[in-house]
């Protein structure tokens, strides 16, 4: 049963225009949202979180919405770069330090 | 800041050898540390929950004997695979979360690739 999805395995965008990433989860009982970033044999990087207190928080060209009674998290980048093609990650945990639960990833191309 | 440090990189040996993985936090004192197995083309599952000074908290299906988990120190959680076989060849990551109230991200080493032959 995945409690977090990310419906999109894959999303190609052109270089400076936005991309939209996407992610629901069906645990009523997460209260805190992460977005990492991963490259092929790395581990992955952290970008942006946000608790269930808010439905926005913004951290340069990132941007995290959050819908908690669609239980539904977006990622935005703008302008998107070259730089960020990599897998993106989705988590959730159900209280603060607890354990991440990973969606599935997107893979983000970003053409140049 | 929150920089996790994982070693070896990667991990090539025989049928039947265990294998030694060391997750540092560099500069900061993790009193959580967080093992993952991460198989091709899929996302990450956590294995255990290792807590400094007390037994780690396996997931469901995880096999404690099998995987050994040491966290001797704030700094320090160490995963040991034994008698691994070729089924255990896969990504391994920690992560690291720091200590204080309220929500903290867990920071990630750069993960161990194990090849068992």
């Known amino acids: 049963d995945q409690q977090v999805k990310q419906n999109s395995p894959s999303l190609s965008v052109q270089e400076g225009r936005i991309s939209i990433l996407n992610c629901d989860y069906t645990?009523?009982?997460?209260?805190?949202f992460l977005w990492y970033k991963k490259y092929p044999a790395e581990g992955p990087t952290f970008l942006i979180s946000i608790s269930s207190i808010k439905d926005k928080n913004e951290d340069g060209r990132f941007t995290v919405f959050l819908n908690k009674s669609a239980k539904h998290l977006s990622l935005h980048i703008v302008p998107s770069q070259p730089g960020d093609s990599a897998v993106y990650f989705c988590a959730a945990s159900g209280a603060a330090g607890n354990k991440l639960t990973f969606g599935g990833g997107t893979r983000v191309l970003v053409k140049p | 800041g929150a920089v996790v440090s994982q070693h070896p990189s990667r991990v090539i040996c025989k049928s039947g050898t265990s294998v030694k993985i060391e997750c540092r936090s560099l500069?900061?004192?993790?009193?959580?540390m967080f093992w993952y197995r991460q198989f091709p083309k899929q996302s990450l599952m956590l294995m255990a929950t290792s807590n400094e000074g007390s037994k780690a908290t396996y997931e469901q299906g995880v096999e404690k004997d099998k995987f050994l988990i040491n966290h001797a120190s704030l700094t320090l959680s160490t995963l040991t695979v034994t008698s691994a076989h070729p089924e255990d060849s896969s990504f391994y990551i920690c992560?690291?979360?720091?200590?204080?109230?309220?929500?903290?991200?867990?920071?990630f080493g750069d993960g161990t690739r194990l090849s068992i032959l």
């Open positions: 645990n009523s009982m997460f209260d805190y």
């Open positions: 992560s690291a979360r720091s200590g204080g109230a309220g929500n903290q991200p867990q920071h």
């Open positions: 500069d900061f004192q993790a009193t959580t």
